[in-house]
């Protein structure tokens, strides 16, 4: 089992920063997989960014450029720096690790961009 936290979510203007941590307890193995999703109300979860234990990273379109997944192997923890915010970014972020077939969850964070 892996307990999964997210921190660093808030309230930022647009054009403004965030970054989003999620610290992972428990025992973590080489194919497993974290990531970034988020969903907002009426919405399905979507994919923001995943990192695989090796480093490789895929975003969605919407963040390219202006979001990075970054941490996970150093020390358990995973980062989402969020910078050139938009008011569409709103949405609860989860942070989310995937493996053999299971997936594991935050509670989420909100994170709400105004205009």
């Known amino acids: 089992q892996v307990h999964l936290v997210e921190s660093g979510g808030g309230l930022v203007q647009a054009g403004g920063s965030l970054r989003l941590s999620c610290a992972a307890f428990?025992?973590?193995?080489?194919?497993?997989?974290m990531g970034w999703y988020r969903q907002t109300p009426g919405k399905q979860r979507e994919l923001v960014a995943r990192?695989?234990?090796?480093?490789?990273?895929n975003y969605a379109d919407s963040v390219k450029g202006r979001f990075t997944i970054s941490g996970y192997n150093a020390k358990n923890t995973m980062y989402l720096q969020m910078n050139s915010l938009k008011p569409e970014d709103t949405a609860v972020y989860y942070c989310?690790?995937?493996?053999?077939?299971?997936?594991?969850w935050g509670k989420g964070t909100l994170v709400t961009v105004s205009s």
């Open positions: 428990g025992s973590i193995f080489s194919g497993d997989v």
């Open positions: 989310n690790m995937y493996r053999a077939g299971m997936n594991f």
């Open positions: 990192i695989t234990s090796g480093g490789s990273t």
